[in-house]
């Protein structure tokens, strides 16, 4: 079965050699001493990994299962829920006036990633709900967040997201759900909605459903649609749970993989609901639980690579097989271990120069949240919302192809489930595809972020990389050429690409979209890129201080060297693909495809 | 649920427009005349489509049952089984001598994409006992092929290739399997062998493993390993069944998929076998099911990318969403269908483009193979043992990225079993895996092919590109500027490749293998780009010669100028990577992983 080993060194190497949190300007930072965020880290890594994780494969083995209107979640989850629930987890990043702790968002990104990495499935319930309490904190009334939100922060009522109907997904301007005003100021929803997830389960008294509907007489199209909360048992005043609301489980979804998730198809025949935010603005409302989830999702892409590549590298060193080319290196053994050879070498190294650089871009851009957050900075507020699609987009389709190269060192043991790595390929998958599939994040991120207050976030992404060079080089001539000289040219590549959609996406936009998703990995890996100079500078640093594990630090520059030279430079062909344009896109006829 | 039609118009083009197979000088190849193959493939066009596509989801969702010792298949397995072996299909391309057609390898080919695209688990029987029919054709002696021969190449009786065992895949070296030789002459088997394809159902009357094994007393190591067959039932002197042979099924793995196909552990007790080929030669003989097998791989890639593709594209001409960035196209339907946009044709071109090229190199591939076989041609034969392991590990990691690219189309309709897409990226996963995983493909193509018989083969490939390059350039300028200066910018890139590897390689052997695997993806987009000049010139000829279907010829040169341009110049990333050798690859002591 597989293990998880929470990485708390390289999370504590991040949060202060790297981002230098407790340093920062942003209010509650000046807590997040190392000794406090150790403690965290450490007991959320013990309970992931001896807790969730090994109920990772029961959820994957036996699944939800519909009973009578009742879902019953894998075995253990219950317990594992009240286990979490005890620790006050699910609450760590909310107000203390709902029962929350309070603590950054970063703290929150820091735990989740350990949480997605044990059990993504079982996490995604916890997950949910806090999207849903967001939103909830946004948007809602004093009165609907008093009602809702201490039962959410701390998971005795768990939340949903529904969005997607059979005919429509990402053009939500085709919704058919249905709102009707009621005299009590309440309304009527009726509509199907499907890929629920944590839709119906066992493991809540409640249930939170935000449902996005069209008001009887409304605006056509996405102008018309409202957001309304839908809960499973009525609330009365005095907080206790009244009659069942008119919201039922059709069936559940048969899914490639978190198959201990219950992803539901959900029936609305007449339910009460209540208006969250403005009329007709649901969009919006949503939005603020869609730009966490989008974090939360890409998040999960940096997760599941991770998991899969520690158990990759623990059979790498086991495995005896074949001999190194140079000489063997377990001579009084059958065979020397996979990790010798250069091939297997390569695919860990693409796996552990990925992880460790999403991991830095995951926190940095959590930091950002909180720095708009927190401290009302529109600058940062503007940068994040500009990366939240590359987070996202690049980061799950990355962390996909990762997983499927952690798979293939196992050989044939990979392809069976009993090792558990293929589960790890499917659970990951789905990332591409929730909150936005990822072509959505490239359309996002080219169509709409780029020029997004005349270009002013993407120029200031640009200065934080020049600026970084600038006040790095020519200190150190390895460190120049190892990481700034690759960071220019590529950051160089990036501005061009930009360049090239300004002078040909005005006259056909065509010609920016056909190279969206092209633009959304090169930009990630730019991003991947500075942290990688950022991480290296800090263990420079810490090298030269005499701070620190040597090795783990002498590790970290070797790692960063190898991104630097065999994943950076992949800009290049991005690039060469934007700069095509659309012609060779769109020469065909559909009806010569 | 998804659907399947066979690419009969596209093999053709590629046969006859391209390849010009009926008139090459190969044995048998007179007889390949337009409608001779027409009727073929049509043929089996109608058997893949209506009779084994179907069956692909039964045979997913059901799986294979082991009960009491006996294996049984999804529903409709055997009848589809007895359906095809009324058709002659399994013995197409087999001597007549044992009840085959004696169809050229390459029509074998042509016909066996169509089976692996509509059912690879189901075809897998099949395509095993093929296999093993040729070891007893290369290795047996007359009495063997006579007493096997005719029921296996009639699929009354299957197959098996019988390698692995628990401690050992690619290093088989360590192998542990025994066989203990008898006074009558025959030996004693007994070991465990896991991860057997086909290895016991109930589809056939008996079933010949071959089964590597140990002689006692033989060498250490790799060179003392023999091949035996062991059938399943002893085969009486009149060709009857007699007793139940001492190897039986120990269980059946759970696989992430190919569900259709019983994936054994089989356990030898003592069972009877009989040497095949020479003692201690074992590896010789399998790898002349291998190689075969490589080349049937390495088409299993193409045909899971091509049923994907095809139903990812009527997907996208289905499902309305959004509307096109330059202007409604379907103003009477409450939104555009998916195929308009620009990120949506993206993903086809890159699947289209991917399909109908790896079409073009396999098929090409085959009619080396048939080059070397049938007309004795070692310049063939050199040049497709190059290529094989390009075939084979290109083929399949491209094949299965476009199954995810196909999947990623349909959204979250993807991620759930009910349309079928998962299955495709699933079952075409294992193709990167068994007969030999990727990586050891890329070790085979760097540490061994290429500098075989002094280099050899890989100039004469050079020398073709060139030839090529030569024989066409300067009589239409577009066709130079799209097909013929991409294909010799990219062909350079690989011959820099070998530079390196030759000029590096010798001082520390690491150099080239941290290298491999990007050197057999820069050989692959150079050989699909060499079929895309092939196909556009043929295309273009036909156009000026009005002959044939001038949208499927244009539309030809436009997914040509597709993959010159946004795939072929992947070739420049590889090297680079390729360039900078091993220090960042090697750099990591293991402990710091």
Redesign the interface.
Known sequence: MPSYTAPVEDLQFVLHDVLKVSEAQTPGYDELEADITAAILEEAGKLTSEVLAPLNVVGDKEGCRLENGVVHTPSGFKAAFEHVKAGGWPGLDMPEQYGGQNMPYVIGTAVGEMFSAANQAFTMYQGLTHGAASAILAHGTQAQKDTYLPKMVSCDWTGTMNL?EP?????L??MRSKAVPQEDGSYRITGQK??ISSGEHDMAENIIHLVLARIEGGPEGIKGVSLFIVPKFMVKEDGSLGDRNGVTVGSI?????IHGNS?CVMNYDGATGFLLGQEHKGMRAMFTMMNEARVGVGMQGLAQADVAYQNA?NY??ER???RA??GAENPDG??D?L???????????DQ?SFTEGARAFILWGATLIDAAHRGGDDAADGLVSLLTPVIKGFLTDQG?DMT?KA??IY??H?????WGM?QF??DA??A???EG???VQ??DLV?RKLAADGGKHVMAFFDLVKGFIKDNAGQDPEFDADFLEPLKAASKDLQSAGMYFMQNGVK???NA??G??DFMHMFGHVCLGLMWARMALASKQALAADKGDP?FH??KL??G??YM??QL??T??HL??IS?G?D?????D????
Chains 1, 2 share one sequence.
């Open positions: 997607t005919h429509c997904g990402t053009d301007g085709l499907i890929f979804e048969e899914k490639m993989g992803t590298v790498a060193k005896l097989q074949g080319v140079t059958p065979a271990p990790i010798v050879h250069p091939d297997i070498r390569r695919a860990l190294m552990k996909y499927v798979q293939q050989g044939g990979g392809y069976i489930e009993e293929s390929t499917r998958r789905i591409m595809i929730y599939a990822n072509g490239a359309l169509g056909n936009p065509n979209l056909a969206s998703t090795d002498q590790s070797a790692t060297r190898y030279v065999r430079p992949a290049a062909l060469n693909r095509s659309a060779t896109v769109m020469a065909l559909a009806a010569n495809f």
